[in-house]
Protein backbone atom coordinates (compact mmCIF):
# COMPACT_ATOMS: atom_id res chain seq x y z
CA UNK A 1 0.00 0.00 0.00
CA UNK A 2 2.05 3.28 -1.56
CA UNK A 3 1.52 6.43 0.40
CA UNK A 4 -0.34 9.22 -1.36
CA UNK A 5 -0.40 11.83 1.37
CA UNK A 6 2.63 14.07 2.14
CA UNK A 7 5.29 13.30 4.72
CA UNK A 8 3.69 13.33 7.86
CA UNK A 9 4.57 16.80 10.18
CA UNK A 10 3.70 15.55 13.98
CA UNK A 11 4.05 12.49 15.87
CA UNK A 12 0.64 12.16 17.69
CA UNK A 13 1.39 10.96 21.27
CA UNK A 14 -0.81 9.10 23.61
CA UNK A 15 0.45 9.53 27.20
CA UNK A 16 -1.88 9.20 30.72
CA UNK A 17 -0.51 10.11 33.94
CA UNK A 18 -1.85 7.70 35.72
CA UNK A 19 0.56 5.10 34.66
CA UNK A 20 3.09 6.59 36.99
CA UNK A 21 1.38 4.66 39.71
CA UNK A 22 2.94 1.88 38.94
CA UNK A 23 5.63 1.74 41.94
CA UNK A 24 8.40 -1.12 41.09
CA UNK A 25 10.21 -0.22 44.53
CA UNK A 26 13.65 -0.44 45.33
CA UNK A 27 16.77 -3.08 46.23
CA UNK A 28 19.33 -4.75 44.50
CA UNK A 29 18.66 -3.72 41.06
CA UNK A 30 15.26 -5.10 40.02
CA UNK A 31 15.43 -8.09 42.65
CA UNK A 32 13.30 -6.04 45.71
CA UNK A 33 15.81 -7.47 47.59
CA UNK A 34 17.68 -5.58 50.68
CA UNK A 35 20.20 -7.39 52.15
CA UNK A 36 20.50 -5.38 54.73
CA UNK A 37 24.19 -3.93 54.54
CA UNK A 38 23.52 -1.66 52.01
CA UNK A 39 22.82 2.34 52.94
CA UNK A 40 21.60 3.17 49.60
CA UNK A 41 19.58 1.19 47.80
CA UNK A 42 18.46 2.00 44.34
CA UNK A 43 15.17 2.19 42.32
CA UNK A 44 13.70 -0.66 40.50
CA UNK A 45 15.15 -0.06 36.60
CA UNK A 46 11.42 0.18 35.73
CA UNK A 47 10.92 3.29 37.29
CA UNK A 48 8.60 6.22 37.05
CA UNK A 49 11.50 8.86 36.55
CA UNK A 50 12.57 7.44 32.88
CA UNK A 51 9.00 8.02 31.85
CA UNK A 52 8.89 11.52 33.18
CA UNK A 53 11.79 12.12 31.40
CA UNK A 54 10.44 11.20 28.14
CA UNK A 55 7.41 12.84 28.58
CA UNK A 56 9.53 16.24 29.54
CA UNK A 57 11.71 15.54 26.85
CA UNK A 58 8.39 15.69 24.12
CA UNK A 59 6.93 18.57 25.97
CA UNK A 60 9.98 21.19 26.48
CA UNK A 61 12.73 19.26 23.76
CA UNK A 62 13.11 20.58 20.61
CA UNK A 63 10.89 18.30 19.27
CA UNK A 64 8.08 19.53 20.67
CA UNK A 65 6.85 21.40 17.64
CA UNK A 66 6.14 18.04 16.15
CA UNK A 67 4.51 16.80 19.21
CA UNK A 68 0.39 16.35 19.59
CA UNK A 69 -0.73 15.05 22.77
CA UNK A 70 -3.24 12.56 23.45
CA UNK A 71 -4.94 11.26 26.49
CA UNK A 72 -5.12 7.49 26.77
CA UNK A 73 -7.92 5.60 28.41
CA UNK A 74 -7.33 2.19 30.18
CA UNK A 75 -8.71 -1.03 28.15
CA UNK A 76 -11.62 -3.24 28.84
CA UNK A 77 -11.18 -6.73 29.78
CA UNK A 78 -12.42 -8.14 26.76
CA UNK A 79 -10.17 -5.83 24.83
CA UNK A 80 -7.58 -7.83 26.36
CA UNK A 81 -8.77 -11.46 25.63
CA UNK A 82 -7.91 -10.91 22.25
CA UNK A 83 -4.37 -11.87 23.01
CA UNK A 84 -4.59 -12.98 27.01
CA UNK A 85 -6.29 -16.00 27.71
CA UNK A 86 -9.00 -15.93 30.40
CA UNK A 87 -7.71 -17.90 33.10
CA UNK A 88 -3.97 -15.08 32.95
CA UNK A 89 -6.16 -12.20 33.37
CA UNK A 90 -8.47 -13.70 35.86
CA UNK A 91 -4.64 -14.38 38.07
CA UNK A 92 -3.86 -10.60 37.90
CA UNK A 93 -7.33 -9.40 38.78
CA UNK A 94 -7.20 -11.42 42.00
CA UNK A 95 -3.63 -10.18 42.70
CA UNK A 96 -4.75 -6.94 42.39
CA UNK A 97 -7.55 -7.95 44.29
CA UNK A 98 -5.29 -9.12 46.99
CA UNK A 99 -2.78 -6.19 46.93
CA UNK A 100 -0.74 -7.27 45.25
CA UNK A 101 2.23 -9.91 44.45
CA UNK A 102 5.59 -11.17 42.88
CA UNK A 103 4.24 -12.21 39.70
CA UNK A 104 7.94 -13.43 38.31
CA UNK A 105 11.64 -12.32 38.86
CA UNK A 106 12.04 -8.78 39.02
CA UNK A 107 7.84 -8.24 37.98
CA UNK A 108 5.86 -6.71 40.99
CA UNK A 109 2.37 -6.06 40.96
CA UNK A 110 1.95 -3.75 43.35
CA UNK A 111 -1.13 -1.51 44.57
CA UNK A 112 -1.96 0.86 41.41
CA UNK A 113 0.01 -1.28 39.45
CA UNK A 114 -3.20 -3.42 37.51
CA UNK A 115 -4.31 -0.06 37.02
CA UNK A 116 -1.78 1.35 35.23
CA UNK A 117 -1.08 -2.17 32.94
CA UNK A 118 -5.21 -1.67 32.18
CA UNK A 119 -3.87 2.25 31.00
CA UNK A 120 -0.88 1.21 29.16
CA UNK A 121 -3.28 -1.27 27.02
CA UNK A 122 -5.78 0.47 26.45
CA UNK A 123 -3.66 3.67 25.86
CA UNK A 124 -2.03 1.58 23.36
CA UNK A 125 -5.22 0.49 21.96
CA UNK A 126 -6.06 4.18 21.24
CA UNK A 127 -3.28 5.20 19.92
CA UNK A 128 -3.94 2.35 17.21
CA UNK A 129 -7.08 3.08 16.46
CA UNK A 130 -6.26 7.01 15.79
CA UNK A 131 -4.32 5.54 12.86
CA UNK A 132 -7.14 3.22 11.85
CA UNK A 133 -9.57 5.95 11.60
CA UNK A 134 -7.41 8.04 9.33
CA UNK A 135 -6.73 10.99 11.83
CA UNK A 136 -2.64 10.63 11.82
CA UNK A 137 0.20 8.72 10.20
CA UNK A 138 2.25 8.29 13.30
CA UNK A 139 1.25 7.80 16.88
CA UNK A 140 3.36 7.22 19.63
CA UNK A 141 2.62 4.97 22.76
CA UNK A 142 4.07 6.07 25.56
CA UNK A 143 3.76 3.77 27.84
CA UNK A 144 4.33 1.76 31.09
CA UNK A 145 4.39 -0.86 32.63
CA UNK A 146 5.86 -2.30 29.12
CA UNK A 147 4.40 -4.92 27.59
CA UNK A 148 6.85 -7.03 25.38
CA UNK A 149 7.39 -10.15 27.44
CA UNK A 150 3.64 -10.68 28.50
CA UNK A 151 2.89 -13.60 26.78
CA UNK A 152 -0.88 -15.24 26.28
CA UNK A 153 -0.77 -17.01 30.17
CA UNK A 154 2.67 -15.55 31.75
CA UNK A 155 3.87 -12.41 32.74
CA UNK A 156 7.64 -11.67 32.19
CA UNK A 157 10.34 -9.21 32.42
CA UNK A 158 8.40 -6.10 34.17
CA UNK A 159 5.28 -6.66 31.30
CA UNK A 160 2.10 -7.77 32.36
CA UNK A 161 0.33 -6.78 29.21
CA UNK A 162 1.11 -6.76 25.67
CA UNK A 163 0.41 -3.21 25.01
CA UNK A 164 1.83 -4.16 21.01
CA UNK A 165 0.18 -7.82 20.39
CA UNK A 166 -3.27 -6.78 21.73
CA UNK A 167 -3.18 -3.12 19.44
CA UNK A 168 -1.73 -5.72 16.52
CA UNK A 169 -5.21 -7.79 17.05
CA UNK A 170 -7.27 -4.40 16.77
CA UNK A 171 -5.70 -3.84 13.33
CA UNK A 172 -6.28 -7.34 12.49
CA UNK A 173 -9.84 -7.45 13.65
CA UNK A 174 -10.18 -3.76 11.45
CA UNK A 175 -9.50 -4.66 7.97
CA UNK A 176 -5.53 -4.82 7.96
CA UNK A 177 -4.64 -8.23 6.59
CA UNK A 178 -1.01 -8.10 7.45
CA UNK A 179 0.93 -6.29 9.88
CA UNK A 180 4.86 -5.86 10.88
CA UNK A 181 6.33 -5.79 14.77
CA UNK A 182 10.14 -4.66 14.43
CA UNK A 183 11.18 -4.76 17.95
CA UNK A 184 14.41 -3.10 18.98
CA UNK A 185 14.40 -3.19 22.73
CA UNK A 186 17.53 -4.84 23.85
CA UNK A 187 15.69 -8.32 25.00
CA UNK A 188 14.11 -10.63 22.74
CA UNK A 189 10.35 -9.68 22.30
CA UNK A 190 9.27 -12.92 23.51
CA UNK A 191 5.39 -12.72 24.48
CA UNK A 192 4.63 -10.46 21.07
CA UNK A 193 6.52 -13.61 19.42
CA UNK A 194 4.78 -16.62 21.43
CA UNK A 195 1.33 -14.55 20.96
CA UNK A 196 1.80 -14.36 16.64
CA UNK A 197 3.93 -17.55 16.81
CA UNK A 198 1.15 -19.38 14.59
CA UNK A 199 0.13 -16.90 12.45
CA UNK A 200 1.26 -15.83 8.77
CA UNK A 201 -0.26 -12.38 9.31
CA UNK A 202 1.82 -10.93 11.78
CA UNK A 203 5.75 -10.60 11.04
CA UNK A 204 7.65 -10.21 14.02
CA UNK A 205 11.03 -9.26 13.86
CA UNK A 206 12.84 -8.74 17.02
CA UNK A 207 16.68 -7.63 17.18
CA UNK A 208 18.36 -8.09 20.61
CA UNK A 209 21.34 -9.28 22.49
CA UNK A 210 21.87 -12.39 22.61
CA UNK A 211 20.88 -13.26 26.20
CA UNK A 212 19.23 -16.92 25.80
CA UNK A 213 16.20 -17.97 28.20
CA UNK A 214 16.52 -16.40 31.92
CA UNK A 215 14.04 -19.20 33.49
CA UNK A 216 10.68 -20.39 33.46
CA UNK A 217 9.03 -17.20 32.76
CA UNK A 218 11.15 -16.74 29.70
CA UNK A 219 11.19 -20.34 28.22
CA UNK A 220 12.22 -18.70 24.70
CA UNK A 221 16.31 -18.27 23.88
CA UNK A 222 15.71 -15.78 20.82
CA UNK A 223 17.65 -17.76 18.89
CA UNK A 224 17.34 -17.80 15.13
CA UNK A 225 16.01 -21.12 14.77
CA UNK A 226 12.71 -19.99 16.52
CA UNK A 227 11.01 -19.35 13.06
CA UNK A 228 7.46 -20.10 14.16
CA UNK A 229 5.33 -22.72 13.54
CA UNK A 230 2.46 -24.34 11.46
CA UNK A 231 1.25 -21.30 9.20
CA UNK A 232 3.13 -19.24 10.94
CA UNK A 233 6.44 -21.14 10.15
CA UNK A 234 9.05 -18.08 8.90
CA UNK A 235 7.06 -15.43 10.28
CA UNK A 236 9.40 -14.46 13.59
CA UNK A 237 12.37 -13.62 12.30
CA UNK A 238 14.76 -13.26 15.24
CA UNK A 239 18.14 -11.23 15.11
CA UNK A 240 20.49 -11.93 18.18
CA UNK A 241 23.59 -9.88 18.04
CA UNK A 242 26.66 -9.95 19.71
CA UNK A 243 27.21 -7.58 23.17
CA UNK A 244 28.63 -4.07 21.34
CA UNK A 245 27.00 -4.35 18.16
CA UNK A 246 26.51 -0.20 18.05
CA UNK A 247 25.36 2.05 15.44
CA UNK A 248 26.77 0.30 12.67
CA UNK A 249 25.98 -2.67 13.21
CA UNK A 250 22.32 -2.18 13.80
CA UNK A 251 22.41 -0.32 10.30
CA UNK A 252 23.47 -3.20 8.53
CA UNK A 253 21.51 -5.53 10.28
CA UNK A 254 18.48 -3.04 9.71
CA UNK A 255 19.28 -3.01 6.04
CA UNK A 256 20.51 -6.56 5.49
CA UNK A 257 17.50 -8.23 7.52
CA UNK A 258 14.62 -6.20 8.23
CA UNK A 259 14.51 -4.01 5.20
CA UNK A 260 13.91 -6.90 2.77
CA UNK A 261 11.99 -8.73 5.25
CA UNK A 262 9.18 -6.02 5.35
CA UNK A 263 9.51 -5.46 1.48
CA UNK A 264 8.68 -9.34 0.74
CA UNK A 265 6.02 -9.38 3.54
CA UNK A 266 4.31 -6.11 2.64
CA UNK A 267 2.43 -5.38 5.76
CA UNK A 268 -0.47 -3.26 5.53
CA UNK A 269 0.30 -1.51 9.29
CA UNK A 270 3.77 -1.16 11.11
CA UNK A 271 4.72 -1.45 14.47
CA UNK A 272 7.89 -0.14 16.26
CA UNK A 273 8.47 -1.66 19.56
CA UNK A 274 10.74 0.65 20.72
CA UNK A 275 13.35 0.20 23.95
CA UNK A 276 15.86 2.50 24.84
CA UNK A 277 17.67 0.04 26.78
CA UNK A 278 19.90 -1.22 23.37
CA UNK A 279 21.59 2.66 24.11
CA UNK A 280 25.55 2.56 25.00
CA UNK A 281 24.55 3.55 28.88
CA UNK A 282 21.31 1.47 29.84
CA UNK A 283 22.25 -0.68 33.23
CA UNK A 284 19.73 -3.25 31.22
CA UNK A 285 21.99 -3.67 27.82
CA UNK A 286 25.16 -4.09 26.87
CA UNK A 287 24.27 -3.22 22.92
CA UNK A 288 26.10 0.24 22.83
CA UNK A 289 23.89 2.37 20.35
CA UNK A 290 24.16 5.98 20.21
CA UNK A 291 21.24 8.53 19.28
CA UNK A 292 22.64 8.87 15.70
CA UNK A 293 22.10 4.81 15.78
CA UNK A 294 18.44 5.51 16.97
CA UNK A 295 18.17 8.20 14.45
CA UNK A 296 18.62 5.98 11.59
CA UNK A 297 16.50 2.96 12.88
CA UNK A 298 13.60 5.46 13.05
CA UNK A 299 14.46 6.59 9.12
CA UNK A 300 14.08 3.20 8.41
CA UNK A 301 11.28 2.41 9.82
CA UNK A 302 9.51 5.92 8.35
CA UNK A 303 10.35 4.88 4.61
CA UNK A 304 8.85 1.48 5.18
CA UNK A 305 5.86 2.35 6.24
CA UNK A 306 5.37 5.34 4.02
CA UNK A 307 6.17 2.37 1.11
CA UNK A 308 4.20 0.05 2.46
CA UNK A 309 1.22 0.89 4.93
CA UNK A 310 0.76 4.50 3.92
CA UNK A 311 2.51 5.76 6.06
CA UNK A 312 1.10 4.50 9.11
CA UNK A 313 3.26 3.52 12.05
CA UNK A 314 2.28 2.63 15.60
CA UNK A 315 5.30 3.26 17.96
CA UNK A 316 5.10 1.78 21.23
CA UNK A 317 7.39 2.44 24.01
CA UNK A 318 8.75 -0.86 26.40
CA UNK A 319 12.18 -0.79 28.23
CA UNK A 320 15.17 1.62 28.35
CA UNK A 321 16.83 2.26 32.13
CA UNK A 322 18.70 5.39 32.22
CA UNK A 323 16.69 7.80 33.36
CA UNK A 324 18.66 10.55 31.48
CA UNK A 325 19.92 9.34 28.47
CA UNK A 326 16.78 7.04 26.95
CA UNK A 327 14.93 10.15 27.07
CA UNK A 328 17.56 11.67 24.28
CA UNK A 329 17.59 8.18 22.31
CA UNK A 330 13.97 8.74 22.35
CA UNK A 331 14.19 12.38 20.78
CA UNK A 332 16.55 10.61 18.04
CA UNK A 333 13.87 7.96 17.15
CA UNK A 334 11.04 10.40 16.55
CA UNK A 335 13.35 12.82 14.86
CA UNK A 336 14.69 10.16 12.24
CA UNK A 337 10.74 8.70 12.05
CA UNK A 338 9.94 12.32 11.03
CA UNK A 339 12.92 12.17 9.06
CA UNK A 340 13.83 15.71 9.53
CA UNK A 341 16.67 17.57 7.56
CA UNK A 342 18.92 18.03 10.40
CA UNK A 343 19.37 16.33 14.00
CA UNK A 344 17.74 19.04 16.86
CA UNK A 345 19.58 18.07 19.53
CA UNK A 346 23.39 16.83 20.19
CA UNK A 347 24.25 13.61 21.70
CA UNK A 348 25.35 14.81 24.96
CA UNK A 349 27.02 11.94 26.48
CA UNK A 350 27.40 8.98 23.30
CA UNK A 351 30.95 9.20 22.06
CA UNK A 352 31.47 5.41 22.33
CA UNK A 353 34.17 3.50 20.14
CA UNK A 354 32.89 1.25 17.73
CA UNK A 355 34.43 -2.41 15.88
CA UNK A 356 31.02 -4.04 13.82
CA UNK A 357 33.55 -6.62 12.48
CA UNK A 358 32.15 -9.43 14.20
CA UNK A 359 28.50 -8.33 14.57
CA UNK A 360 28.74 -7.98 10.76
CA UNK A 361 29.92 -11.40 10.47
CA UNK A 362 27.13 -12.62 12.67
CA UNK A 363 25.07 -11.16 10.66
CA UNK A 364 25.71 -12.39 7.95
CA UNK A 365 25.49 -15.49 9.36
CA UNK A 366 21.91 -15.21 10.06
CA UNK A 367 20.85 -13.96 6.85
CA UNK A 368 22.58 -17.47 5.28
CA UNK A 369 20.24 -19.12 7.61
CA UNK A 370 17.28 -17.27 7.31
CA UNK A 371 17.29 -17.68 3.36
CA UNK A 372 17.91 -21.63 3.63
CA UNK A 373 14.87 -22.08 5.97
CA UNK A 374 12.60 -19.11 5.48
CA UNK A 375 10.13 -19.76 2.63
CA UNK A 376 8.72 -16.18 2.13
CA UNK A 377 12.38 -14.63 2.05
CA UNK A 378 13.90 -16.60 -1.08
CA UNK A 379 14.76 -13.93 -3.78
CA UNK A 380 14.99 -11.04 -1.18
Known sequence: ?????????????????????????????DTGFDPGFLDVLE?????????KNMVSILTRGPISPYISWHSGTPALISDLLSFHSPEYINELVEADKEGGKSICDGTFLNRGSWDAALLAAGTTLSAMKYLLDGHGKIAYALVRPPGHHAQPTQADG????????????????????????VDIDVHYGNGTAQGFYESNKVLTI????????????????????????G?????????????????????????ELVVPAIE???????????????????????QCLTMKGYLEIGQIISSLAKKHSAGRLLIVQEGGYHVTYSAYCLHATLEGVLNLPHPLLSDPIGHYPEDESFSIEVIKSIKRYQKENVTFLNGA
Open 206 to 229: SLHMNHGSWGPSHPQSGAVDELGD
Open 1 to 29: MADSGAPPDRVDVYWHEGMLAHNTGTGVF
Open 264 to 286: KFEPDMMVLVVGQDSSAFDPNGR
Open 158 to 181: YCFLNNAGIAVHLALNSGCGKVAV
Open 43 to 51: KHPENSDRV
Open 231 to 255: EGFGYNLNIPLPNGTGDRGYGYAMT
